[in-house]
């Protein structure tokens, strides 16, 4: 008997976790299809992708494009729609089984609370929905019976490394360290929006680049890990290890630690969300001990690097803490991005938000996007106030 | 429910594993109990863990310690028996649940064999046993549905690395690369017992300690993964690792690398052997990263550690060529531990036997036992003819 494709929905399908999300579908024409991209801006990339992929359908966030993607599509059996909400609901599709959930920020809470609803399992790739509504998103997972499974690349690996049977003792999660692991505060200063986006070891979207500079990437990955994995704060250890090739590690109640290692790719993570529990050969992802011979491991700089102890902080307040911190967070790289606040701006303007906003103990799904609101309107005038 | 303890037989306890296993199982008195402990000739020892531990039965290999077993003993409710047969019978009495071959050699062969007929869940420390008759003691395992849990470092974490669903693409079996690891060919020459005796993260025993500085141990190694893990030869990589913190390695068919890392320590593997699937606390087990900070690999100089070459060519050849490496091996170790030929003689007292020695491509276990005495006599005279 042949076996089902699995029908998959790529939320953010122009960007750089969705591209190589269709490469791996590409190279599994016989077990995997494409069902509905999704893009925001990027409508000629979503046009390409469509005609490649003849999904059921395509979804454009802003609908200004929407007459450029009809134009282009019309002709084709495929629903064409535009607007957040069409993306949202989307996912809803009967026949969808997965849905990759790789736009960036705030913006994937909506869509993937939705497929949750739906019953969809969720590859996760939008670490923002868990650190913005962790809570919230794996209560509705086990009230669904839906499972996440992590595509970042650190809780990848650490989901590798996890028994059924063995409790975690403690999660390591690695860090490159970012560009600017040796600079000095002096340094870091003066630091240009074209520094901050050469990474040494990743090649990724602007924002997340900026947020691994700032390390509040890593600080993200420890909310999220703290949610995927149920553990307390104190239990996620962050390690410096500049080569990226231990992906992350688990130790377990006996001391014994188990790490996923690798080359640095995020195609291995997406690929394995897809076929999991079984794995699926991969070209090209070979690591040569002999060529990368040297690992090592150092402790982070929680002074030059601040914005991974305001995660720590923000687990320990709970509440809408983390919510708080990614909404300055996303005003904060924008605005960096535009070259109009300098780096060190960019921690400053979450520890202003962490102090200003009000804050909620036990948030409901309003009351996050309420903080949200709240926040970016918040640090817009804040950072106008400084430049005034 | 009370849970039952799980009996367990341990066969060489006065050895340094036997040892270390008797603490995993004091420290758990209402999950373990002590039902067999035998020993080859430390009579004294096995007495006293005798004493502590009250197992249910005591064997001494070598006879001529049985009357002082005898005295020591006979006044406890406890069998008390000597010879190697009767090592050989003890793993059969019926509430055994666990035996732990930990005894040195060749030796291991029959009662493992014996342990497997009587449906024993094997905790496999004697890796000669698998080195020598690998197909035979597989096959058998098979047949009875007996799990063979691998104690030895490399090969528990491996096992640890696992997954049900995905297939193994290479194994990389790490090696300390002993304390000549740096060593020149003349300088290996005149390498001396008190040298050997000394490796550099492991305090083991005197036989296998040499193996070790020969590389002898990672070839038995080699041979030991393939058969647990169901592997080809060429799919076995040795990856020197002089920090031992890496205790092995498997690579998926998508190119994720799992590892089990921790400190050099036994007692971890020996109590998963006894847990498993589960794992239990182990004090002093904690692995700090930014106190091994830097792991290193490199490739394994096979010029210079000709034994494990030749492990790989008795892989490739099959039939009795390991049990013909490992009888050559295990005079030429006791007789360089006897100060009576150089370092560099142990392999070549190996190269000698595999091309005298009489090859049997489909051997039986009575075949074992013939090339296993065969080979001890042509290497004894082998050297004693060098020597004269």
Redesign the interface.
């Known amino acids: 008997m042949e076996e089902q494709k699995k029908q998959i929905a790529i939320l953010g399908s122009t960007g750089s976790i969705g591209t190589q999300a269709l490469e791996v579908i590409a190279a599994y024409p016989d077990k995997y299809e494409v069902y509905a991209i999704t893009a925001n801006e990027n409508v000629e990339l979503l046009i390409k992708q469509a005609l490649q992929f003849m999904p059921e359908a395509v979804v454009i966030a802003n609908a200004k494009h929407y007459d450029r993607l009809k134009e282009a599509l019309g002709h084709l059996p495929m629903k064409i729609y535009a607007g957040s909400d069409a993306l949202c609901e989307i996912v809803e599709a009967q026949p969808i089984d997965i849905v990759l959930a790789a736009m960036v920020g705030y913006a994937g809470l909506a869509p993937v609370m939705n497929a949750i609803k739906h019953k969809k399992t969720i590859a996760l790739a939008n670490k923002e929905t868990l650190v913005v509504a962790g809570e919230l998103i794996t209560a509705l997972a086990l009230e669904y019976q839906v499972p996440i499974l992590p595509v970042d690349s650190e809780h990848s690996a650490i989901f ?2 996890l ?5 975690i003792q403690k999660i ?1 999660l690695t860090a490159s360290g970012g560009p600017f692991r040796h600079h000095s505060m002096e340094e870091l200063s003066t630091v240009t929006k074209a520094q901050a986006l050469k990474h040494p070891n990743w090649t990724m979207g602007a924002k997340i680049t900026i947020d691994s500079a700032t390390m509040m990437n890593k600080g993200f990955e420890v909310i999220e890990a703290k949610w995927l994995f149920n553990v307390k704060p104190e239990q996620i250890e962050v ?1 410096v290890h500049p080569q990226s090739i231990v992906h992350s ?1 688990v ?13 640095p790719s995020m195609k ?1 993570p997406i ?2 969300a897809f ?1 999991y ?6 070209a ?4 040569d ?2 060529k ?8 982070p700089d929680l002074h030059r690097f601040p914005c991974l102890s305001f995660a720590y902080d923000a687990l320990k307040q709970g509440g809408n803490a983390a919510c708080i911190i990614n909404a300055a967070n996303e005003i904060a790289v924008a605005t960096f991005l535009q070259d109009k606040i300098g780096f060190l701006d960019i921690p400053r303007c979450l520890e202003y938000a962490l102090s200003k906003a009000s804050f909620i103990a036990r948030p409901t799904y309003e009351d996050y996007v309420q903080t949200d609101a709240e926040v970016r309107r918040l640090i817009t005038q804040y950072i106008h106030s400084k430049q005034a």
């Open positions: 590798q490394c028994e059924p049977h063995s409790d390591l390690l590690m130790e377990f109640v006996d001391g014994a630690v188990k790490a996923q290692l690798g080359i291995l690929q394995l076929s529990p079984e794995r699926l050969p991969l090209g992802h070979h690591l001990f002999l990368h011979s040297t690992l090592t491991f150092e402790a």
